[in-house]
C-alpha cells in the first residue's frame, strides 16, 4: 500500500488548505482502512490530528476541533483534511497513515506534505 500526500503551501494566518491522501497498491478496498492525519511541527515529535474510520466516523484532536474537517472519498481512493482558520503552530509536515479497520498498526504511512502559516 502506497500513500501520497499532497496540498500543502504557504497560506497566511486565518486562511485555509485542503490537503489529500490518496492510496494506490491497496490489498482491499479503500473503505476497508481507517485513514489518520499526522502532524509535525519543527523540531516536535509527529502528533495526532484526526481520523476518519471506515464508515465515516471521524474523530479529532483538541487543538483543531472546529477548524479542520476530514473527510474521505472511497470511490478516489482519497482522503482529505480541510483546514480552516490556520495558525502559525500548524506550521509542519503532514501525513496521513492507514490500517486496517479496527487495527492497532499501520499498514502504510505517506510522506508528508509541508504547510507553512505565516503570522
Known amino acids: 500500500v502506497q500513500l501520497q500526500a499532497s496540498g500543502g503551501g504557504l497560506v497566511q494566518a486565518g486562511g485555509s488548505l485542503r490537503l489529500s491522501c490518496t492510496a494506490s497498491g491497496l490489498t482491499r478496498t479503500f473503505n476497508y482502512y481507517d485513514m489518520h492525519w499526522f502532524h509535525q511541527a519543527p523540531g516536535k515529535e509527529r502528533e495526532f490530528v484526526g481520523t476518519i474510520d471506515s464508515i465515516g466516523t471521524t474523530r479529532y484532536a483538541d487543538s483543531v476541533k472546529g477548524r479542520f474537517t476530514i473527510s474521505r472519498d472511497n470511490a478516489q481512493k482519497t482522503m482529505y483534511l480541510q483546514m480552516n482558520s490556520l495558525k502559525p503552530e500548524d506550521t509542519g509536515a503532514y501525513s496521513c497513515?492507514?490500517?486496517?479497520?479496527?487495527?492497532?498498526?499501520?499498514?502504510?504511512w505517506g510522506q508528508g506534505t509541508q504547510v507553512t502559516v505565516s503570522s
Open positions: 497513515a492507514a490500517r486496517f479497520r479496527g487495527a492497532t498498526e499501520y499498514v502504510a
